[in-house]
């Protein structure tokens, strides 16, 4: 089974705050938790043996949660970022637009690249680039949001810019 890990509200409160006592290696491990990547995944990137033992520390501590697939649709039914603020995706009819789907993949990757760099971020670039529906975008909402609010000038226009999203998602 390809067991796959989300940051909880806990978890980004963490990492927009850096509020706990955590070390380094433990933060690096939960930023590279997206809800995309694999255990597998992860390993490749944080090389050393301690990952299971800290991605289980930040499961038993409430900064990430396993996902399933068929938990994935519960979960992105209503998306509550750290900051407090309470976003709810609008409901999809059959008649939906393709057109909106692809200028919600040209606005993530272009408000990642101009917040966050041309390089940055580019597991979440990948992953909207390859969303076909509007699930698949839900999905790398979190992920897009964290990373926009992850720099001062995406914190002061994040509640703008995800309304803005949420309306074509």
């Not at 603020?85 to 939906?96: A, D």
């Not at 200028?103 to 680039?129: D, P, Q, Y």
Request: proline fraction near 2%.
């Amino acid at each position: 089974m390809r067991e796959v890990f989300v940051k909880t509200a806990k978890g980004i409160a963490e990492i927009e705050n850096r509020s706990r006592d955590m070390s380094l290696r433990t933060r690096r491990i939960l930023i590279q938790v997206d809800g995309h990547r694999t255990v597998e995944e992860i390993a490749k990137l944080a090389l050393g043996d301690d990952l299971k033992e800290i991605l289980g520390h930040l499961h038993k501590n409430g900064f990430i949660g396993l996902v399933n697939q068929s938990e994935i649709n519960s979960f992105i039914a209503e998306v509550k970022p750290g900051s407090g603020l309470n976003f709810s995706f609008r409901e999809i009819t059959s008649g939906t637009n393709p057109k909106d789907i692809e200028n919600a993949k040209n606005f993530m990757i272009n408000t990642i690249r101009v917040f966050c760099g041309e390089w940055a971020h580019l597991s979440i670039i990948k992953a909207v680039s390859a969303a076909n529906t509007h699930e698949e975008l839900r999905i790398s909402f979190i992920p897009w949001y964290e990373a926009i609010t992850a720099t001062i000038d995406g914190r002061r226009r994040s509640e703008e810019l995800s309304i803005s999203l949420l309306n074509v998602i």
